[in-house]
């Protein structure tokens, strides 16, 4: 075989090659990637977004990957998409999508049952909301721990409370008078009559 056709197939071998992922390098935000002993250093992952909006996910070490490389110029190459092995599987084994943490946390949609599942207890993970305003639209909702409101709450409709309530502020008021501990009562007799109004 001639030395332009050798090249010729070279070039064309180099155009899809799969590697595994060697490190990553969040400095220049480029990843090396071991294709069965040949290790080629500074290729750059595909986004889903790269411009106004944009996205974010590295690959991480020994990631399955297929490399395009433009003209089978492999050093030019750059990190297309990743495939599932058998030491990161699939996240599911149905149709519901499905993105696994390296910490145990995962983000679930259940088509069949509609159901979006936001799921950090294995780590021990927190999901924070950061916003100016925040509406939740929903006929019922239910807290299962314990509830901390950190400013003022305002409640329309009935409530209703179970077990021990404790009033630490100054001052409780019913229908603008107060019924704490500075309220006092008109016409207070003895015996078994009724007292008179809130003052």
């Known amino acids: ?118 799921d950090a207890s294995r780590s021990g993970g927190t999901v924070k909301i950061k916003c100016n305003q925040a509406l939740i639209d929903s006929p019922a909702t239910t807290c299962t721990g314990d509830l901390s409101v950190g400013g003022a709450l305002a409640v329309t409709g009935n409530s209703t409370m179970s077990g021990s309530v404790a009033f630490t502020g100054d001052s409780v008021t019913h229908g603008g008078k107060s019924i704490g501990s500075s309220h006092t009562h008109k016409g207070v007799k003895s015996g078994g009559e009724t007292s008179g109004v809130v003052n």
């Open 1 to 118: 075989m001639s030395y332009a056709a050798a090249n010729t197939d070279r070039m064309l071998g180099d155009l899809i090659r799969y590697g595994r992922i060697d490190s990553v390098d969040f400095e220049t935000m480029t990843a090396t990637v071991d294709f069965d002993g040949l290790v080629v250093s500074g290729l750059e992952w595909a986004k889903s977004r790269a411009g106004e909006d944009r996205s974010y996910d590295a690959p991480s070490k020994d990631e399955q990957v297929c490399v395009l490389s433009p003209s089978g110029d492999i050093t030019q190459g750059v990190i297309a998409f990743a495939i599932s092995q058998d030491k990161f599987p699939n996240p599911n084994k149905n149709s519901n999508p499905k993105i696994i943490y390296v910490d145990g946390t995962f983000i679930e949609y259940d088509k069949q049952s509609h159901t979006l599942t936001i």
